[in-house]
């Protein structure tokens, strides 16, 4: 049973940094597309960043470009998200999220909650002075 857990959200000030995890247990994305998905409080999900896992080719929106890095490590089974400069409108639920089969360019365009089948529970992140 494929089961991914998120973890590392709280609250910080405004510029502060947060590095949020995901570890997979019962599968290995060796060509998946895992992401990190947020949701604030009356607004749709959306994917933050994405990683195609045969390569490591990544993709994000454009709001949060230059500030947050996703990245996977192979031997944890882990995904990442270190999120820096960070300002009140990252403040949201964000969520890990997993496609078992894809390839880079299918994980670089895929943006809609509905194209991923593997989901972690959310973790808080808040930002505010």
């Known amino acids: 049973q494929v089961q991914l857990v998120g973890s590392g959200g709280g609250s910080v000030r405004p510029g502060g940094s947060l590095r949020l995890s995901c570890v997979v247990s019962?599968?290995?994305?060796?060509?998946?597309?895992m992401a990190w998905f947020r949701q604030a409080p009356g607004k749709e999900r959306e994917g933050v960043a994405s990683?195609?896992?045969?390569?490591?080719?990544?993709t994000y929106v454009d709001s949060v470009k230059g500030r947050f890095t996703i990245s996977q490590d192979n031997a944890k089974n882990t995904l990442y998200l270190q999120m820096n400069s960070l300002k009140p409108e990252d403040t949201a639920m964000y969520y890990c999220?997993?496609?078992?089969?894809?390839?880079?360019?299918?994980?670089?365009?895929?943006?809609?909650?509905?194209?991923?089948?593997?989901w972690g529970q959310g973790t808080q992140v808040t930002v505010s002075s």
């Open positions: 999220a997993a496609i078992r089969f894809s390839s880079s360019t299918y994980c670089s365009r895929a943006a809609r909650p509905a194209d991923f089948t593997d």
């Open positions: 019962g599968y290995t994305y060796t060509s998946g597309c």
């Open positions: 990683i195609y896992t045969g390569s490591s080719s990544t």
